[in-house]
């Protein structure tokens, strides 16, 4: 068994330099690539951390062997394969001589230059010797005309008579006379869920002009899944039947030709109840669907007609939510990459739809490497993939078990609760006030700023005399993030339930100082509301929320001197920047 790597760092200065150099060659130290690697907050909505300070997309073993600095023979063999699939790459799309050997020069200096570290991770070589075969080889489609053949042919297939003949038989269905319809039912639906998971390791089908004959198809749907896999993902389907959630599947894939049989499947999911968010890669990666094939090729775009398409890599919790609770069962996003699966480099979007679905589905062999290491994800993963013709493996992930997970009914009812109590007291004549202060702005004063909002909070209510003071401090859980607070509080906020909205100023701060009989520090003294990229957001609601509610007040900081703050920080309980 692989030992755990040793991730915290302050003892040995060697390994330490060695350690920060491997996340800084590889580009994956949020602190050196802040607008490319996920922060520690985006990357908790994927990976489960338990408290250490760093994640690397790849096995332990390998991670193991670059630390102590004898990763050569994983290293050499994984950097070959890379390299034969670069070249071949090349060699195929690229038709002029010198055009072809000035890329392939030019490649083998790149090769060599980043390979001779040994530090580098093979799926962040292949990342960057495909970016300059992209940028340079002037092609908008690499690969483009290939990946349409092989989906014509596998859609080709789907609508055949033998696919029919086979997907339709009624062999394999065990009834007797006390079976139940719905039991009938059940049955029909993971009959033909296995069926088309066994077709879909029929790579011939979608390789060859001519389809596979007919023994050949009966003989790959009698094959095998593994049953451990199967076993679980069939009783979990059973329950989405049995009508207990309406669940949503995060399905990361997939790859020509098989991506037609993995919307054949989304449709069988979405029959039995499921929402799925399909999600592609951003640009060119081999035979992997990107954004560019969906707007390109004709088979795509007739068989996700209805789908909801969206291009939008930093969507919000509540524009991600809205959206899956639209009428469209088929959410399309792009995982921002043009590699395999890497939780470190993924969208935002992606990030948080990893986070709202209740299980996600990988059918991606290749990003089966950074799932070979002690990191639990957040949400259970089901990874479904070929190991040849009739024969599919289905490996489950369990989540990490102390994940902690906020429904959108959860938040919905959290919010919900305390705009029924507050409406109560403002029917026994007591005014609402909602106080908006500086959370988590002040990287490393989250916990100063908490009694900075408590001190203030109870001076207000010992002041003021029927009003409910709303101290968002106070209904903090363990296990919120930003994305979770925001959300609830939105709720509340836009219920017309305030009569007074107030936002911290300079003055309130300096007044919680002295009642704590300290002095204001450097970090606290000029701060205000408007340093806080929260309370920016809750001006723009407070403002909106006025002109329905003119007679609701406003009291703090003008508008004008919130401007500044224009992002927040995705889940995080600081801001990321100040404009």
């Not at 996920?38 to 300070?53: K, R, T, W, Y």
């Not at 394999?172 to 719905?182: A, P, Q, R, S, V």
Request: hydrophobic share 40%; with cysteine.
């Amino acid at each position: 068994m692989t030992t755990k790597p040793i991730l915290h760092t302050g003892t040995d200065p060697d390994r330490d330099a060695w350690f920060t150099n491997f996340f800084t060659e590889n580009h994956l130290a949020f602190e050196a690539f802040p607008d490319v690697v996920a922060s520690p907050e985006q990357l908790s909505f994927i990976v489960h951390m338990e408290g250490e300070p760093y994640y690397y997309p790849c096995s332990d073993e390998l991670f193991n062997a670059i630390m102590e600095k004898r990763a050569d023979l994983l290293l050499n063999s994984s950097y070959i394969r890379i390299w034969g699939r670069i070249e071949g790459l090349v060699r195929s799309v690229l038709d002029d001589p010198y055009r072809q050997q000035y890329l392939m020069n030019l490649l083998t200096i790149k090769y060599t230059h980043e390979t001779a570290s040994r530090v580098l991770l093979p799926s962040r070589l292949e990342k960057r010797l495909l970016r300059v075969f992209t940028n340079l080889s002037e092609i908008e489609r690499p690969l483009g005309a290939e990946r349409e053949m092989q989906n014509r042919r596998a859609f080709r297939f789907l609508h055949s008579q033998l696919f029919h003949e086979t997907i339709n038989s009624h062999e394999g269905l065990m009834i007797d006379k006390d079976t139940t319809l719905d039991e009938i039912t059940q049955q029909i639906y993971l009959l033909r869920l296995r069926r088309m998971l066994l077709l879909s390791s029929m790579e011939s089908i979608w390789n060859r002009d001519q389809p596979p004959d007919g023994e050949a198809v009966r003989g790959a749907v009698a094959g095998s899944i593994s049953a451990e896999g199967w076993e679980w993902f069939a009783g979990w389907l059973r329950g989405v039947m049995a009508g207990r959630n309406a669940p949503y599947i995060l399905w990361i894939g997939g790859r020509s030709g098989e991506i037609i049989f993995d919307l054949a499947i989304i449709d069988i999911l979405i029959d039995m109840g499921v929402k799925v968010i399909l999600a592609v890669k951003q640009a060119f990666f081999y035979d992997s669907i990107s954004f560019a094939d969906l707007l390109e090729d004709p088979i795509l775009d007739e068989l996700l007609a209805g789908a909801d398409i969206n291009t939008d890599l930093s969507m919000s919790k509540k524009a991600l939510l809205g959206k899956l609770r639209s009428d469209a069962k088929l959410l399309v996003i792009s995982d921002g990459t043009l590699e395999q699966f890497n939780p470190l480099l993924t969208s935002v979007t992606f990030a948080r739809a990893f986070k709202e679905a209740d299980l996600v589905i990988n059918r991606c062999p290749g990003s089966e490497e950074c799932m070979k290491n002690h990191f639990q994800f957040t949400r259970d993963l089901l990874s479904i993939t070929r190991l040849e013709e009739g024969s599919v493996r289905m490996l489950l992930r369990r989540r990490h078990p102390r994940t902690v997970r906020f429904l959108e009914q959860d938040l919905r009812s959290k919010a919900e609760t305390l705009i029924f109590m507050v409406n109560i007291e403002r029917q026994r004549g007591r005014k609402i006030m909602f106080y908006s202060a500086i959370v988590g702005s002040i990287p490393g004063q989250l916990e100063q700023a908490k009694k900075i909002l408590n001190v203030f909070v109870a001076h207000l209510r010992n002041t003021m005399d029927n009003v409910v003071i709303i101290n968002p401090g106070e209904h903090f859980e363990e296990g919120m993030d930003a994305d979770d607070l925001m959300y609830m509080w939105e709720i509340f906020q836009r219920s017309g339930m305030i009569d007074i909205w107030r936002f911290q100023t300079v003055q309130d701060i300096e007044k919680a100082f002295a009642l704590m009989q300290m002095k204001v520090p450097p970090e606290w003294t000029g701060k205000d509301a408007t340093y806080s990229t929260g309370c920016t957001k809750e001006m723009e609601i407070a403002m909106d929320m006025q002109k329905k509610y003119p007679e609701m007040q406003i009291i703090g900081p003008p508008w004008e001197r919130f401007l500044r703050r224009k992002e927040y920080g995705v889940g995080k309980l600081y801001d990321r920047v100040l404009s």
